[in-house]
């Protein structure tokens, strides 16, 4: 990961705040030129800050309400192939490796508790799956956000909050 400025600070500041923000607004916002924080915005593109350009939206507006946290022990030597076989599995809308008990953590949608068990049950028949478990999602009470940190990396790189 690349090391940020204060100018890059404040782009992603920025960005956060409204993700439709245009070039030509960060840079009279910023009072920069369109140039540098096009080369800023490709820079910090390439470097990895940016994540997907996915518009997020929720899964209930296709048909799946349900949402659950599925907890995954799987044979380690097997980690890459049964990660590959998951992605294959529509419902899984984001999954994470973890260290611990549990070696991988999947977030899926499904329509209904019986989806969810034939999801379940799809995840456990993959090869190297060892057993899962399910937390039924019951609300989201702090949405993913990085506005906390961004205010904690201003401090730490001697700028002001």
Known sequence: MPTLDRTDLDILE??????????????????LSRNTIQARMARLDQTGVFLAYERSFSPAVLGFPLQAFINIGVRQTELPRIIT?????????????????????????CRDARHLFDTDARILSIDGVERTETSLAMGEVIPFRV?????????EAGGTA
């Open 14 to 31: 920025l960005l956060s705040a409204d993700p439709r923000t245009t070039v030509v607004a960060l840079a009279e916002k910023l009072r």
């Open 147 to 155: 506005a906390g940190l961004m205010g904690l990396a201003r401090r």
């Open 85 to 109: 076989e998951l992605a294959r599995v529509p419902e899984i809308v984001q999954a994470h490796g973890l260290s611990g008990s549990v070696d991988l953590l999947a977030r899926v949608a």
